[in-house]
Nanobody, 115 residues
Framework: QVQLVESGGGLVQAGGSLRLSCAASRSIFSISTMGWYRQAPGKQRELVAAIARSGSTNYGDSVKGRFTISRDNALSVAYLQMDSLKPEDTAVYYC?????????WGQGTQVTVSS
């Protein structure tokens, strides 16, 4: 069992930056992939970024070049650095971890970008 707690969300002006953190309750060394997803009101949850244990990354088209995902296996934390934020980035951001048998989700953190 893995519990995930996101932090770092908040209100920021367009063009600003935020860094989200996802702290896991135990070692994430066995977690194959950690990802960040987001869900805006009235929209489906979508992939923002994902990082494999190897360090390889994958980004949604709308955030490529602006967001950076990373993970620190020793600290059991995943990060999402978000730069050049736009109002359309406003959403609840969720952390996800893919374990050997199932995926785990955090409760989400709100990110609001004002124009």
């Amino acid at each position: 069992q893995v519990q995930l707690v996101e932090s770092g969300g908040g209100l920021v002006q367009a063009g600003g930056s935020l860094r989200l953190s996802c702290a896991a309750s135990r070692s994430i060394f066995s977690i194959s992939t950690m990802g960040w997803y987001r869900q805006a009101p009235g929209k489906q949850r979508e992939l923002v970024a994902a990082i494999a244990r190897s360090g390889s990354t994958n980004y949604g088209d709308s955030v490529k070049g602006r967001f950076t995902i990373s993970r620190d296996n020793a600290l059991s934390v995943a990060y999402l650095q978000m730069d050049s934020l736009k109002p359309e980035d406003t959403a609840v951001y969720y952390c996800e971890a893919e374990g050997p048998y199932r995926a785990y989700w955090g409760q989400g953190t709100q990110v609001t970008v004002s124009s």
